[in-house]
C-alpha cells in the first residue's frame, strides 16, 4: 500500500491493474519502481483534483474514449532519456556507410529524396542530430535545392575536407557520387506523448544538452538566444514574427546574427535555437508506434531504445511493420543492446566501424511486401 497524500491510497493490485491497463491500450511496459509509479499517480490525482486512485483507474479504463488522455498521463513516467548524438556509432554509419550509398542509388532520380524516420524521437535530439551528420558528410550545395537544407557556404571540396574528423560527435568524410544534385532530405520525426513532440517542434535546448559536440558544429547548427546578461530570452526568440509566422516552430525564427561562440561560459540560462536550415528538413508528429498507422516508406527507419518498452508481442508487430515500410534496400538502426525480435523477417545484418545495421534486401522478396 502507497499513501499519497493524506486520506489517499493506492494497493499494490492497483498499481498492478494500472500497469495492465497501460500496457492493454498503448502497449507501453511501465518498468518504474512502484514507488515511482505511486508518486506520478499522487501528482495526477493533485492536479485532476480527483479523490481516489479507483478514480483514476475508471478514466483509464475509458481511455478508448479519449486517445489523448493516456500519452498525458504517461507524461512524466516514461523513460524518454535522449541527447545529441546519443549513438554516435549510429550515426557515422549513416553518414559514411549508408547515405553516399543511398546517393548513388538515386542519382537517376530527379529530384533524389531520401526520407529517414525517426521513430521515438522524444524531445528532437534524435531527428536533429540525424540532420546534423547528414549535413557535415554532404558535399556542399547537395541538400534540398530549396535554399533551406544543408549549404554552407563552403566549395564541394571545402565542404569535404571540413568533414574529414572523427571528433565526438564529428563525422568522418565520405564519398559521394559526382553528379549528385536536387537531393531533398525528409526527416520525420514521431513519439507518442504530444509535450515531447512540441518540444522537439520548437528545437530550443539549453546549452548543457549540447555539452560534448564539437564547437564547430555547434555554430554551424544552433544560434544562441539568451545570455542571461539581457540578451534576447528564449521566450520573445519564439514570439510570432512580423508576418505572422511562429517565430520558433513554423517559419524563420527571430534569431539574432551572433552565432554561439567556440566556447560557452558555464550559463544555466543561455538556450541554443536549432537553425531554420536544419529545421527545415524535419517534420514531427504524435504518434503512438503500436497502433498500424502507415505513413508512407522510408529510406532509413530509427528506432532506438523503443523495443525494450514493448510486451513482446508488441516488439514482434512493430518490427514486422517497420521492414513493411523500409524501402527496398533500407536500413533498420537499432541500439547496439537490442536484437531483432522477429528473425523471420528478411533482414541482412551489416557492419560498419563496429556498428551493426540490419538492412532489407533490394530484391526483397514479394512474401514480405516491397
Known amino acids: 500500500m502507497h499513501r499519497l497524500m493524506p486520506g489517499i491510497t493506492i494497493l499494490e493490485h492497483e498499481l498492478s491493474e494500472l500497469r495492465l491497463l497501460v500496457e492493454r491500450q498503448v502497449g507501453i511496459l511501465l518498468d518504474c519502481p512502484n514507488s515511482v509509479l505511486a508518486a506520478h499517480v499522487a501528482d495526477y490525482l493533485e492536479k485532476e483534483e480527483l ?45 559514411q556507410y549508408v547515405i553516399p550509398q543511398l546517393c548513388a542509388r538515386k542519382t537517376d532520380e530527379l529530384p533524389a529524396t531520401i526520407r529517414i524516420w525517426s521513430a521515438g524521437c522524444a524531445t528532437g535530439e534524435e531527428p536533429y542530430s540525424i540532420a546534423m551528420a547528414i549535413c557535415e558528410a554532404l558535399p556542399n550545395g547537395s541538400g534540398n535545392s530549396n535554399g ?61 544538452a549540447l555539452a560534448g559536440l564539437p564547437p564547430a558544429m555547434i555554430r554551424a547548427s544552433f544560434s544562441k538566444i539568451a545570455n542571461g546578461n539581457g540578451g534576447q530570452s528564449a521566450a520573445e526568440a519564439l514570439k510570432p514574427a512580423g508576418n505572422g509566422s511562429a517565430g520558433g516552430v513554423n517559419g524563420d525564427a527571430r534569431i539574432p546574427s551572433n552565432d554561439p561562440p567556440a566556447t560557452f561560459s558555464a550559463n544555466g540560462n543561455a538556450h541554443l535555437l536549432v537553425k531554420p536550415r536544419l529545421r527545415s528538413l524535419v517534420t514531427f508528429n504524435t504518434m503512438n508506434l503500436t497502433k498500424p498507422v502507415y505513413i508512407g516508406r522510408f529510406d532509413c527507419i530509427f528506432c532506438m531504445d523503443v523495443l525494450p518498452h514493448l510486451s513482446r508481442t508488441q516488439r514482434s508487430a512493430l518490427v514486422e511493420r517497420l521492414h513493411l515500410y523500409l524501402e527496398p534496400g533500407g536500413y533498420l538502426f537499432l541500439s547496439q543492446t537490442e536484437k531483432l525480435c522477429a528473425p523471420n523477417l528478411n533482414f541482412r545484418p551489416e557492419v560498419f566501424d563496429g556498428y551493426t545495421m540490419h538492412r532489407k534486401p533490394v530484391a526483397a522478396s514479394a512474401a514480405y511486401g516491397r
Open 51 to 95: 479523490e481516489s486512485a479507483a478514480a483514476l483507474l475508471d478514466r483509464v479504463r475509458a481511455g478508448d474514449q479519449d486517445p489523448g488522455f493516456l500519452p498525458w498521463f504517461l507524461d512524466g513516467v516514461l523513460n524518454t532519456s535522449t541527447g545529441f548524438f546519443r549513438h554516435p556509432g549510429a550515426m557515422n554509419a549513416l553518414a
Open 148 to 208: 533551406n537544407g544543408c549549404a554552407n557556404g563552403n566549395s564541394n571540396k571545402d565542404a569535404k575536407s571540413s568533414v574529414s574528423r572523427n571528433t565526438t560527435g564529428g563525422i568522418a568524410a565520405a564519398s559521394f557520387p559526382q553528379n549528385l544534385r536536387d537531393l531533398s532530405i525528409h526527416i520525420v520525426g514521431t513519439d507518442l506523448l504530444p509535450s515531447a513532440v512540441q518540444a522537439a517542434e520548437r528545437g530550443l535546448y539549453p546549452q548543457a
